[in-house]
C-alpha cells in the first residue's frame, strides 16, 4: 500500500462536469445567436418565428404577470403525475414482460398495438372516459410516457449475464433477490434510456393534452397565443418546455452515470 | 449413447425438460442393472455421508441444432462429512458440469444428488460455489462482493463488514474493500470468487480450480488458509483442479474422470495424515502417487481420442 | 377543464353549476361572466374549452358539459343521433369564412389548378368553400386541396407560397391583408343565402333536468349580447384587452360585425335545413337521413 | 464426437414459435369480444366507441371501395420514408454521441430540448420549410422515430464490454473495425429497442401528420370520419395502423432474437 | 513513489494524460541516473534486439478518489529476436499490467517500449496477446473467434477458414468450430484464445498465463505445439506463467518480477539446448534451477508485505 498516491478527491470529475456544462450551452447559444442574427436580418417572418431577444421579453413579461407561474404549476402536476404513473405501471410491467416469456408472447402485440393507435382517434373515448380535467391529462402522460419504459425494461432483461444469475442462484437468492442484486443493476442503462424517452415523450404528451381541450396549463397558453398570432408568447411557452425537457435528461444522464460509475473507463477508440 | 430421433412426443418432453430427459429416460433399466453393481464402498468409513451422487447424467441441449452434448455419464460418488474430495480430468471432460450439478445450477437427466439424504432439484445455501470464472459483480467493491452470500441471508452491515474485513486479509486483499473488480488482477479476483464461498460457511463447499489464476507462493498461502479453515470446521470438500500435487496435497480421495462424457476412471485414496504439511511434497510416496494419477489421465487421454 | 370565472356582478348569489362548452376566447360567454349577468340569473357559469364542435359535441356527449356554442358539428353530431338540442344561435350565426389569396389573384376563376387550402375535414371551412366553388361553376376536382389549417399555419403556408389561397375566419383574413400577402378575394355569406352556421345546444338530459337553468342562461346570453351591441367599443375593448385577442384586426371586422348583430337568439329555419342539405351533399351527414331542422330545434326556452 | 445426439433441427424453435402466436393471439381476441360483448350488452354507446363487429364490416366496405388501399399507399409511403430516414440520420448519429464524449456534451442538451419542444408549435415553421406535401410528413414522421434511436444507441455504447475492446486493438482493429465487431452486437437490444419504439412512434407521427394537414392518407380518413361520427370507420383505420404496428413490432423482436441467439438460454428465474 | 498532492496545474496534465504523467515527469531525471547503469547486456547474444523496454512505469488512476496505483515501477527489458522470454511474479505484482503495455493497451506514464527499434505508441499487428481472461466475442462461434485476427488483415474468408481448421485441431477442438463461446468448457475457452493468437502469426507473442485453465495433460500437449511451433519460426515470446516448471522448461530466460510495485528482482538464463523435450524436467539441473526461482520470489514476499 505504500505504492498509492492519493490526490483531492473528485477534483477531476468537477472539471468534467464544468466543461460539459460549458460545451452543451455553447451549441445552444450558437444556436440562438444564429436565429436572432436571422431575424435582425429579416430574413425570418416575425409573424410565425419569433427571434430570441423578443422570446425573452415575452418571457419575461408572462412571468411578470403571474401568467406563466399559473399555467406551469398546472403543467407541472399534470407532467409529474403522468410521469410517475408511467413508472410505476411501466417499471414492474416491462421487467416482467422481460423476464417471463409467456408473459411478452402474450401481451407483447397487444401493447405494440396500443402504442401505434393513435390518440387522435381515441379523444373522443379519452372525453368519455376521463372527462377534460386534469385526469385525462394525466392518463394522456401516462400513455406518452409508457411506452419506451416498458419497451426498454422489457429488452435489459434479456441482457443480463448468465454467469452472474447462475452466482446469485448457487448462494441462495430467491428471484426477488437475483432481480434486485442482477437485474436492476444491469437494467439501469436500459431504464434511464426509459426515462429519459419518457421524458420527452410526457412533455410533448401534457402539451398536446393541453391544447385539445382545456383551459389551462402551458400547452393551453402556447395554443391561445398560437391562435391569436402571438407568437413571441408562443415561443416563449415553447422555451419553458424545452428548458424543463434539458434540465430533465441531464439530471437523469448524470443520476444514469452516477449509478455506472463501477465502469471502467476504458476509452472505446 | 448415440441414440436415434425419438418420435414427436418424447420430443416434446425433451425439449420441455430444457434438455434430454426423455431420451435418458429409456435408458433406465440398462443403467440401473449396469450401476448398482459398481457402488461399492471403495473405502470403509464411519463418518456418516455428507453427499451422496448415483448414476448421474448430465447433457447438454443445443436449441438451434438440436445436437446434444452429454457431459457427465452415470458418475457415483459418495463424500462424506469432513472429507476432502478431489477430481481431476483431461480439458473439458465435464469437471465443472459435475460441480454445477452438485450445486443445482444445471439440472441433471437422470440419476440423483442427495445433500444430508435429501434430494437436490436446486441451489441452497448448504452448498457454496468458487467458480471457476470469477463471475464478480462488475457493479460492487470487492468488499461488497465478499459478503454477497452474507447479505442474502439476511445479515446485518456492520457484521458483514467485519466478516469481509477478516477475509479480505485472509486472501491478502487488505486495502483493496473499495476496488472494483475491473480494478484487480485475475488472481486477485480469483481470491474474491474464493473469500466469497468461504465467509458464507457453507456444510458443503464446491471449488471449481480456486487457485488455477495463483503463483505458486500464493496458491501454497491459500492452500494452507484452506486446509486450515477445513480441518478446524471439518467441511466436505468437492474440489476441481488441474494441479495433480494440489489434489493429492491436500485431498483424503483423488477422483480421476475420463474424457468426456465424463465417469470415474479411478478414486485413490490419499494416505498422508492430516493435518500436512507442505513438506510431503518431497516425499517419495507422494511422488509415486501423483505419478500413477497422471498415468491413469494419460492412459485414458491417449485411448479416449478427442481431449 | 372547468374553469371558474370568478363573478363580479352583485346581486343573486350563484347556485348552479352549468358547463358551457366553446372555444377559447368566446366574446359574448366571457364578458356576461365577468359583467355577472349568468351570476343573476342564480348561474354559476364555467367554460369548458374546447377546440372544435366535435370536442363540444363529444364532450356533451359524455357529460363533461351541458350546454355549448360551435359551428356546424353540432347539426351533424344532432342528426347522428347525440343527446343534444339545439336551444338557440349565437348573435352571429351566419357563414363568415373569408376566402384569402395572394394579392395577384384578381378573380376566383385564376385559382384553378393551383393549390388551395380548404381548411381540415369536417369543418365549415370546407363547405364554404366548396359552395364557393359551386357557385363559380367549378368541382372540388378543380383545385389542389392541401389542407393547411386555418389560422397561423394557413397563413405561413400563404404568405410562402405553398398555397395560393386559403378559406379562413375573416379576422385572419383581414391580418393577412394587413400583414401584406393577402388578399380578402370572396366572403362565403355572400354564397350560402340562407345558411345558418352556429348554434347554441344543450343535452337533453340537462333540459330535462333543468328547464329553467335553461331560460336563465338564455336569458342572461340575452342581456349580455344586447349590452354589447349597444357599446361595441366596449366589447372590442374586452376582447382585446382580457381576452388577448389580435388588436387590429378584431378591431376592424367587429366594428363593422357587431352593429349588424341578431341579438333575438332565434334559429333560422330555412337556413338550418339549407346547412342540413350542403351537409347531405358533403357526406357529412348520412344523405339518406330524414332528419328536419325542427326535430333537433327547440326555440320554447329563448326569451320572449 | 461419439457422444452427441442430434435431433431434427428447429422443431423445438417452431413449436415455440407456434405457442408464441396463439398466446399473442388469445390476448388480444378475449379483448375483442369482450368490446363486443360491452357494445351487444348495450353498455358503450356506439356513437362513440364502435364494436369489433362494425368495425371489420366498416373495414370490409372501405376495402371494396378502394378509400382504403389509396389511403393506406399513400401513409404507408410517408412512414416509409420517415423511418428509413430516422435510421440513417439517428443510427450514425447516437453511435457518435455515445462514443465522442465531447459530441455528447456539445449536442446531448441541444437533442433533449429538441425531443421536448412540442411540433405543434413549430407546425408554421414546417409548413415554410417543407410544405404541405408528402416532405412535411415524413419530416414529421422522422422527427417522431429519431429520438428513441439516438437516445438508445447512445447509451448502448456505453455499456460495450471493454475487455473486448482490448482484444479488438489488440488485434489492430481500427475504429471502424471496432464498431462493427463489437460495437454493432453489443448495441443490437438496444437498436432493436429504438427501432420498435421508432416504428410505434413513426406510426403515431404520420397520423398526426395527416391530421394537421393534407387530404390523403390513413390520418385524413380517421380525422374525416371522426369529424363527422362515423365512428366504425375511424376504428377501420385504427385497426389498420394496429396491425402495422404489431407486424412491425413482432418482425423486429423476431429479427433482435435472431442476432442474439448467441446468448445462452440460461433461465434467469 | 509516495507524492504529495501538486498543484492545479500539474493535476491538470495528471488528468488528462489519464494516469499520473506530470507526476512521474518530475522523477525523470532521478531515475536517469539511476537507471542507466543498471542497464547491462547480462547475457551477450548477437541476434538483434527485438523488444526493448526502459524504465517502463506504469500506473493506474481512479478517477473518482483520486488514487493512482503503480503497478510497474521503472522496468527495463530487452528481449532478442526468437527469444522466449517468461515473467514469474507474485499474484498481483504488476504482470498483466507489463504485458498490456507492450500490447500497447495500457498507456505508460514514463519509458519507452520499443518493436524493431521504432517506439510503441498503441497496438499493432507486429504483437499479437493471449488474454488472462479468455475474452471471447460471445456472439461469434469457436471457428470465427479464431480467425478474427486475420479478418481483420483482410484474409479471404475461405482461406481464414482453412486456417481456423488448422487451429482448431491444434488446439484439439474438432467438432467444436460451430459452438459458441458459452458453450465451451473453461480450458476450452483458453484454447480459443491461443489459437486467436497463434493464428494471427505476430512477430512478437505476447502470453498471458496461457495455460492456466488446462489440465495437466493437456498443457503438456499445448506447451509442446508453442514449442514447436516457436522454434520452426523462430518467434518472439514473452510469457506471464505461474508456473515455475513451465517457465524454466519453455523459455531462454526467466524474468522474476518484485511484488508490486513490479520490477525486475533477477532475469535468469535457462541453460538447456533446444529442442527440449519434457524430459529435462527431471534432471537434477531443472529442478535446481525451480527452486532457485522459487526462492527469490518467496524471500521477496517475505520482505515486501502485501501479495
Ligand atoms: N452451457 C453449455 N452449453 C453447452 N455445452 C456445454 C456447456 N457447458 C459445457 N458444455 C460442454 O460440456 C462439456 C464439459 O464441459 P465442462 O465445463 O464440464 O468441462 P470441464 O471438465 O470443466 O473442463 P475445463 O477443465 O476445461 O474447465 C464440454 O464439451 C463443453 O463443450
Ligand atoms: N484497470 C485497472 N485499474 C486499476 N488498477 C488496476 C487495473 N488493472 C490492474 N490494476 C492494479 O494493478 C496491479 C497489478 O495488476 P496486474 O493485473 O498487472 O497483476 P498481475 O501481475 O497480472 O497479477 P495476476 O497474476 O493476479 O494476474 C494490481 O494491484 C491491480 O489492482
Ligand atoms: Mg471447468
Ligand atoms: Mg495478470
Redesign the interface.
Known amino acids: 500500500m505504500s505504492k498509492v498516491t492519493v490526490f483531492p478527491k473528485s477534483k477531476a470529475a468537477k472539471r468534467q462536469k464544468i466543461i460539459s456544462l460549458m460545451l452543451g450551452s455553447s451549441v445552444i447559444i450558437v444556436f440562438l445567436i444564429a436565429w436572432e442574427l436571422l431575424f435582425q436580418f429579416k430574413l425570418v417572418?416575425p409573424?410565425?418565428i419569433s427571434a430570441p431577444s423578443r422570446v425573452v421579453l415575452a418571457e419575461i413579461s408572462i412571468i411578470k404577470d403571474g401568467t406563466l407561474l399559473k399555467h406551469f404549476i398546472v403543467s407541472a402536476k399534470e407532467f409529474g403525475f403522468g410521469y410517475v404513473a408511467a413508472i410505476i405501471f411501466g417499471f414492474p410491467f416491462g421487467i416482467m414482460l422481460g423476464w417471463f416469456k409467456l408473459l411478452k408472447a402474450s401481451f407483447g402485440p397487444f401493447i405494440a398495438a396500443l402504442q401505434a393507435t393513435p390518440r387522435i382517434a381515441l379523444?373522443?373515448l379519452f372525453?368519455?372516459w376521463f372527462?377534460?380535467?386534469?385526469t385525462a391529462k394525466i392518463v394522456v402522460v401516462l400513455l406518452s410516457a409508457i411506452f419506451p419504459l416498458i419497451v426498454n425494461l422489457q429488452v435489459a432483461m434479456s441482457t443480463i449475464d448468465p454467469d452472474l444469475v447462475h452466482v446469485a442462484r448457487a448462494y441462495g437468492a430467491g428471484r426477488w433477490q437475483i432481480f434486485r442484486s442482477i437485474a436492476l443493476p444491469t437494467s439501469l442503462p436500459f431504464l434511464i434510456t426509459g426515462l429519459r424517452l419518457a421524458a420527452g415523450r410526457g412533455l410533448l404528451g401534457v402539451i398536446v393534452a393541453e391544447?385539445?381541450?382545456?383551459?389551462?396549463g402551458i400547452g393551453?397558453m402556447i395554443?391561445?397565443?398560437?391562435?391569436?398570432?402571438?407568437?413571441d408568447k408562443v415561443f416563449a411557452g415553447v422555451l419553458v418546455v424545452a428548458i424543463v425537457g434539458i434540465s430533465l435528461d441531464v439530471t437523469l444522464d448524470r443520476v444514469g452515470r452516477h449509478f455506472d460509475r463501477w465502469r471502467s473507463d476504458t476509452a472505446v477508440h | 449413447m448415440t441414440v436415434d430421433a425419438p418420435e414427436t412426443t418424447t420430443l416434446q418432453r425433451f425439449v420441455q425438460s430444457g434438455v434430454a430427459t426423455a431420451v435418458m429416460g429409456e435408458l433406465d433399466n440398462v443403467m440401473k442393472s449396469h450401476n448398482e453393481a459398481n457402488q461399492t464402498v471403495k473405502y470403509p468409513d464411519n463418518r456418516p455421508v455428507k453427499l451422496s451422487i448415483k448414476n448421474l447424467v448430465v447433457g447438454y441441449l443445443d436449441h438451434q441444432s438440436g445436437q446434444t452434448t452429454v457431459a457427465v455419464d452415470k458418475v457415483s460418488l459418495d463424500v462424506r462429512e469432513g472429507e476432502f474430495v478431489s477430481i481431476v480430468g483431461l480439458s473439458g471432460c465435464g469437471k465443472s458440469t459435475f460441480l454445477n450439478a452438485i450445486a443445482g445450477l444445471v439440472k441433471h437427466q437422470y440419476g440423483e444428488i442427495k445433500v444430508n439424504d435429501r434430494l437436490v432439484n436446486g441451489p441452497g445455501k448448504d452448498r457454496a460455489v468458487v467458480f471457476q470464472k470469477a463471475s464478480l459483480f462488475p457493479w460492487k467493491k470487492v468488499g461488497r462482493n465478499i459478503t454477497y452470500g452474507l447479505e442474502l441471508s439476511g445479515m446485518k452491515p456492520a457484521e458483514a463488514r467485519e466478516k469481509a474485513s477478516y477475509f479480505v486479509n485472509l486472501i491478502r486483499l487488505t486495502g483493496f474493500e473499495h476496488h472494483y473488480p475491473h480494478q484487480l488482477s485475475g488472481g486477485m479476483q480469483q481470491r474474491v470468487n474464493l473469500a466469497r464461498a468461504l465467509a458464507c460457511d457453507p456444510e458443503v463447499l464446491l471449488l471449481d480450480e480456486p487457485f488455477a489464476a495463483l503463483d505458486a507462493i500464493t496458491r501454497e498461502l491459500m492452500q494452507n488458509e484452506l486446509l486450515e479453515l477445513c480441518e478446524k470446521v471439518g467441511k466436505t470438500v468437492v474440489m476441481v483442479t488441474h494441479q495433480i500435487d494440489e489434489a493429492v496435497l491436500l485431498s483424503d480421495r483423488v477422483i480421476i474422470f475420463s474424457a468426456r462424457p465424463a465417469n470415474i476412471l479411478d478414486d485413490i485414496r490419499v494416505p498422508f495424515s492430516r493435518p500436512r504439511k507442505g513438506l510431503i511434497k518431497d516425499s517419495e510416496e507422494f511422488r509415486s502417487l501423483m505419478s500413477h494419477v497422471w498415468k491413469i489421465i494419460e492412459g485414458n487421454a491417449n485411448i479416449g481420442g478427442g481431449i | 377543464?372547468?374553469?371558474t370565472e370568478q363573478s363580479t356582478g352583485a346581486g343573486a348569489k350563484p347556485e348552479t353549476v352549468v358547463r358551457f362548452a366553446t372555444n377559447?376566447?368566446n366574446l359574448p360567454i366571457n364578458f356576461g361572466i365577468s359583467k355577472g349577468y349568468f351570476a343573476k340569473e342564480g348561474i354559476d357559469l364555467q367554460?369548458?374549452?374546447?377546440?372544435?364542435g366535435?370536442?363540444a359535441?363529444?364532450?356533451a356527449?359524455?357529460g363533461?358539459a351541458d350546454l355549448g356554442g360551435m359551428g356546424s358539428?353540432i347539426l351533424?353530431?344532432a342528426v347522428?343521433?347525440?343527446p343534444i338540442t339545439i336551444i338557440g344561435s349565437p348573435p352571429a350565426s351566419g357563414q363568415h369564412f373569408v376566402l384569402v389569396s395572394k394579392p395577384q389573384y384578381k378573380s376566383f376563376a385564376e385559382l384553378k389548378g393551383k393549390?388551395v387550402?380548404p381548411g381540415?375535414?369536417?369543418?365549415g371551412t370546407i363547405q364554404a368553400f366548396n359552395v364557393i366553388a359551386k357557385a363559380k361553376g367549378f368541382k372540388p376536382s378543380d383545385f389542389q386541396?392541401?389542407?393547411?389549417?386555418t389560422?397561423?399555419?394557413a397563413?405561413?403556408?400563404l404568405?410562402?407560397g405553398?398555397?395560393e389561397a386559403v378559406i379562413t375566419s375573416e379576422i385572419v383574413g383581414v391580418?393577412a391583408e394587413l400583414?401584406g400577402f393577402g388578399k380578402v378575394l370572396e366572403s362565403a355569406a355572400d354564397y350560402f343565402g340562407h345558411y345558418q352556421h352556429s348554434f347554441i345546444f344543450a343535452t337533453k338530459s340537462f333540459i330535462n333536468e333543468k328547464p329553467e337553468t335553461v331560460r336563465g342562461f338564455l336569458a342572461a346570453y340575452r342581456k349580455t349580447v344586447d349590452y354589447l351591441k349597444a357599446h361595441p367599443d366596449e366589447a372590442i375593448e374586452f376582447a382585446v384587452k382580457e381576452l388577448?385577442?389580435?388588436a387590429i384586426p378584431y378591431t376592424k371586422v367587429y366594428a363593422k360585425e357587431i352593429p349588424a348583430w341578431d341579438t333575438s337568439g332565434r334559429i333560422d329555419f330555412a337556413g338550418t335545413e339549407h346547412a342540413l342539405t350542403i351537409l347531405k351533399d358533403l357526406?357529412?351527414?348520412d344523405p339518406k337521413s330524414q332528419v328536419t331542422a325542427h326535430q333537433i330545434v327547440d326555440e320554447q326556452f329563448l326569451p320572449k
Open positions: 417572418n409573424l410565425f379523444m373522443p372525453i368519455i372527462g377534460l380535467g386534469i391544447v385539445f381541450g382545456g383551459s389551462e393551453y395554443e391561445y397565443a398560437g391562435s391569436t398570432f402571438q407568437t | 377543464v372547468k374553469k377559447a376566447g367554460v369548458v374549452t374546447i377546440t372544435g366535435v370536442e359535441v363529444t364532450a356527449a359524455a363533461e358539428p351533424v353530431g347522428a343521433g347525440v393549390p387550402s381540415s375535414p369536417g369543418q386541396y392541401v389542407n393547411a389549417g389560422s397561423g399555419n397563413l405561413a403556408a404568405q410562402t405553398k398555397v391580418k400583414e388577448h385577442q389580435d357526406g357529412d351527414i
